[in-house]
């Protein structure tokens, strides 16, 4: 009965692991653009004539797996019993990625880091606990949540200008790129 009770316990678990590791995946999602836009101005800012990267991310998933293991032990002659239970749960995230490779594509993204490099909103620098944050070897580069609009238009027309043909987002030649896998006991 214990053992019964204990499942059905985890299997409601499970599904609030679930639902939290989903929606801190969507939330993820936002924050990898805003990241990836930020690295290309941080790159701008030190090398101005640099050749930008593009990642579009196609799909995402979780994942929870929990097993719940019971033994049950009896000796006979001597009339002994032991029982044990034991648990683990193991959580998994992975988005796929394709990286722009499209050289028009590439230089017309250049052109707006370029244009954008060196924006009055973004800050040089490590930014305050809050702030968007970007880096490109030893330049940081930081936006202030009151200056999220513009963080924001900038990134969409990064993403429109990098979205790949309909063709090359379901190519074989896309990357899955795991996140952390995390047990739990």
């Not at 797996?65 to 033994?71: G, I, K, Q, S």
């Not at 995230?93 to 880091?113: A, E, G, H, I």
Request: charge should be positive.
């Amino acid at each position: 009965m214990r053992i019964l009770l204990a499942a059905l316990g985890i299997s409601g678990c499970t599904s609030y692991q679930l639902q939290r590791n989903t929606l801190a995946q969507g939330r993820t999602w936002t924050e990898i653009q805003y990241e990836m836009v930020l690295d290309n101005v941080a790159m701008f800012r030190q090398a101005p004539g640099s050749l930008p990267w593009h990642i579009t991310i196609t799909q995402g998933s979780s994942a929870v797996t929990d097993a719940v293991t019971p033994n049950f032990m009896y000796s006979w002659p001597t009339i002994t019993h032991t029982f044990g239970i034991s648990g683990s749960r193991n959580w998994q995230d992975n988005w796929t990625v394709v990286p722009l490779s499209d050289d028009l594509k590439l230089r017309n993204l250049q052109k707006t880091y370029q244009a954008n490099r060196s924006a009055s909103w973004i800050h040089d620098g490590m930014g305050p606990p809050g702030s968007f944050s970007g880096h490109f070897r030893s330049s940081y580069v930081w936006v202030s949540p009151n200056d999220a609009k513009e963080l924001a238009n900038l990134t969409f027309k990064v993403l429109e200008q990098g979205k790949p043909p309909k063709k090359e987002a379901s190519a074989a030649g896309t990357l899955t790129l795991p996140g952390p896998v995390t047990p739990l006991r």
